[in-house]
């Protein structure tokens, strides 16, 4: 987007950030992280980071961007020119390509089963699993993403749609499209979760996501808590800096955040809400359930025993499509934007620059949950290990290196204007969201980090 055109409506600022952050994170990244870190004892570090870490630098990168009006790196170059301020920007390109290898793999997979949900090939019987048995789901998830070709082919096709709305700059469009959609997503998680609590055992599943074992709280716990704040709110790595360049200078910074960081919120507690009742009513839990197959299977449990299956489950995964699409959108900004204005091109070359080489890297994320699932990386599979490196390392890199610059070396009172737009408004969380920028959030970063590798 190498023209500043500002967005014109507040409606328009605050559905296109949430379109940036409801996505795949809150549906199906979500879950799986609950689940592996404790079930509610990870539910409360990640409200605690939501709120104490989320929104503050969620605030620090629309103010960036919106005093620097540029991309990422280029803000940093207008705002502190000569200092190596903007090398933040790489690191954000760096760790938004890494995000697309894998986001553009589970893409895919809520397109096949959106196709899957249409054609009703998803409700029919599996050969060789009793018919009814509650194994129909999991034995189909398991062995679809182990596969070759399927998974494969669904991440191309989500590649060059991906590519395709970019080449065309019609990402308005589908912002505008997604605005009626989300809400629309969200209904139908209200009603999920009605039916979803008329089941029987439902209770136990409700007790797991929201009565916390303290004693789960480890150092690790918090590092996965406060990466999938981060993921969640696609912060770290600049996206909203180049959000923040659009907003116009009367936008009320503080009351944007915190509108869109709750809205995500609610809707990864609400999925929570769905996901772990539903778990326990199936008899899923176990050992190996859990991670991706939390959403592909226990979604489609729930359809089943709605009345008429199919029309839900391809409503539902028509919007988790959406969602993914206006989510992978924001990421590949991030270098496009770069691309286009550092080197001066175009946006068609600048996009393809960008995607070709994601037909290869995303094919080999795929490719890892299966035939490849050997190459590991720290004990990660090519997949894991790209998820596990952006959420749990680089972002929380990216925001510690932010807040550090807005709280030492940014121009005097930037911060300040910026949350009080030139000292127009008042707001009473200026100073508090200026403290904990300047000494909570680095502070507590590197503390968590120590505390983590100490206890390896
Ligand atoms: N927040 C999105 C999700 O939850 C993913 C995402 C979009 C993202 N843009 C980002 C993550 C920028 C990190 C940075 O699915």
């Not at 960036?64 to 207008?78: F, L």
């Not at 996009?351 to 890297?361: A, D, E, G, K, N």
């Not at 490719?367 to 490849?372: E, P």
Request: charged content about 10%.
């Amino acid at each position: 987007m190498a023209n500043n055109s500002e967005f014109n409506s507040k409606i328009g600022i605050i559905a296109a950030t949430v379109g940036s952050a409801v996505g795949l994170g809150n549906v199906w990244r979500f879950p799986a992280e609950t689940q592996a870190n404790g079930g509610a004892a990870f539910l409360l570090v990640y409200v605690i980071c939501v709120l104490l870490f989320g929104i503050p630098v969620m605030l620090g990168e629309f103010a960036i961007g919106r005093a620097g009006k540029s991309d990422a790196i280029g803000s940093y170059r207008k705002l502190s020119p000569g200092k190596p301020w903007w090398i933040s920007g790489f690191l954000g390109i760096l760790c938004s390509y890494l995000i697309l290898t894998f986001y553009m793999v589970v893409s895919g997979w809520t397109l096949e089963y959106l196709y899957q949900s249409i054609s009703g090939q998803l409700f029919s019987p599996v050969p060789g699993v009793a018919e009814g048995s509650n194994l129909q789901f999991a034995e189909r998830m398991e062995e679809y993403v182990a596969g070759v070709w399927p998974p494969m082919i669904w991440t191309w096709i989500t590649v060059a749609i991906c590519g395709a709305v970019l080449c065309m700059g019609v990402q308005k469009g589908i912002e505008r499209v997604s605005n009626i959609l989300m809400p629309l997503l969200f209904l139908i998680l209200i009603i999920l979760c009605v039916t979803v609590m008329t089941l029987p055992n439902a209770s136990a599943g409700l007790a797991y996501f929201f009565h916390p074992d303290f004693s789960k709280i480890t150092p690790d716990v918090c590092i996965s808590a406060l990466g999938q704040a981060f993921f969640s709110l696609s912060l770290g790595m600049g996206t909203l800096i180049t959000y923040g360049s659009y907003f116009h200078k009367d936008t009320n910074l503080t009351k944007t955040a915190f509108t869109v960081s709750i809205l995500d919120m609610m809707v990864a507690i609400l999925v929570g809400m769905i996901i772990f009742p539903g778990v326990m009513s199936f008899g899923l839990e176990g050992e190996s359930f859990g991670g991706s197959a939390l959403v592909f299977v226990t979604f489609p449990e729930i359809f089943n025993r709605m009345w008429c299956p199919q029309l839900w489950s391809s409503l539902f995964f028509i919007l988790l499509s959406v969602a993914a699409l206006t989510s992978s959108i924001s990421i590949a900004e991030v270098s496009i934007a770069y691309f286009s204005n550092h080197f001066k091109i175009k946006r068609v070359p600048a996009t393809s620059l960008v995607m070709v080489p994601l037909v290869f890297l995303s094919a080999l994320s795929s490719l890892s949950n299966g035939v490849l699932s050997d190459w590991t990386i720290f004990g990660y599979t090519i997949f894991g290990a790209c998820d596990a490196f952006t959420a749990n390392i680089l972002m929380p890199l990216g925001a510690f290196i932010m807040a550090v610059y807005l709280g030492w070396f940014a121009p005097k009172g930037l911060m300040k204007d910026q949350l009080t737009n030139g000292g127009t408004i008042r707001n009473m969380f200026a100073a508090p969201v200026m403290f904990l920028l300047k000494w909570i959030t680095p502070i507590l970063i590197v503390i968590i980090f120590a505390a983590s590798l100490l206890m390896k």
